[in-house]
Nanobody, 123 residues
Framework: VQLQASGGGLVQAGGSLRLSCAAS????????MAWFRQAPGKEREFVSD????????YYADSVKGRFTISRDNAKNTVYLQMNSLKPEDTAVYYC?????????????????WGQGTLVTVSS
């Protein structure tokens, strides 16, 4: 599965952005999808994930209530709506895919990765 993330940019604190991740395969709807982020000098961290049919979602505590993950299987695309952005949300955001949902949400558990899109939140 090839993944292409987009939608990053520069935004002021309190603003919003929507990230998109387009997948290359028609089997997209059999994969659980996730967003991770990596800030300069820090390890890649889990942000959110969604089950193959969108019925289950999970969020890191740091983004809960501000970010919303969704997917459109007809378009082979997963989204991350980010509201009330904070400077500490500044990072490169990556989408990732794996065949199963749940369990450990660490980078090594994911089979496929997009190239990343930079989100910069100014104070």
């Amino acid at each position: 599965v090839q993944l292409q993330a987009s939608g990053g940019g520069l935004v002021q604190a309190g603003g919003s952005l929507r990230l998109s991740c387009a997948a290359s395969e028609r089997t997209f709807n059999s994969y659980a999808m996730a967003w991770f982020r990596q800030a300069p000098g820090k390890e890649r961290e889990f942000v959110s994930d969604i089950s193959w049919n969108g019925g289950s979602t999970y969020y890191a505590d740091s983004v809960k209530g501000r970010f919303t993950i969704s997917r459109d299987n007809a378009k082979n695309t997963v989204y991350l709506q980010m509201n009330s952005l904070k400077p500490e949300d500044t990072a490169v955001y990556y989408c990732a895919a794996r065949p199963r949902y749940g369990g450990n949400r660490t980078p090594v558990e994911y089979n496929y990765w997009g190239q990343g899109t930079l989100v910069t939140v100014s104070s």
